[in-house]
Nanobody, 124 residues
């Protein structure tokens, strides 16, 4: 059974930093893209960042470029999203996702597996 278990998140003041991590299990993800999406209340789920598990190619939404960094750790089998210079508009539930890497990493529909989500709240 495939599982994506998220951890991290929480509450931080604007300008602060947080990280969220994802631990995938249940299959081989070597040819997969690991992505992070977020969904704020009343809004669509949107792409944040992604990384290909094999080559480590990274992709970012314009809104987070230069502030967020996605990385993967083979030894720990985790994918981490480091979020710096956080803004109140970054407040959302953050979801980890996994999908075949031959699809566009920006496309929500390209991801087969999803985590349960973890809350990130940035106060002003």
């Amino acid at each position: 059974q495939v599982q994506l278990v998220e951890s991290g998140g929480g509450l931080v003041q604007a300008g602060g930093s947080l990280s969220v991590s994802c631990a995938p299990s249940g299959r081989t993800f070597s040819r997969y893209t690991m992505g992070w999406f977020r969904q704020a209340p009343g809004k669509e789920r949107e792409f944040v960042a992604a990384i290909t598990w094999s080559a480590g190619s990274t992709y970012y939404a314009d809104s987070v470029k230069g502030r967020f960094t996605i990385s993967r750790d083979y030894a720990k089998n985790t994918v981490t999203l480091q979020m710096n210079s956080l803004k109140p508009e970054d407040t959302a539930v953050y979801y980890c996702a996994a999908g075949p890497e031959y699809y566009s990493p920006y496309n929500r529909g390209a991801y087969d597996y999803w985590g349960q989500g973890t809350q990130v709240t940035v106060s002003s």
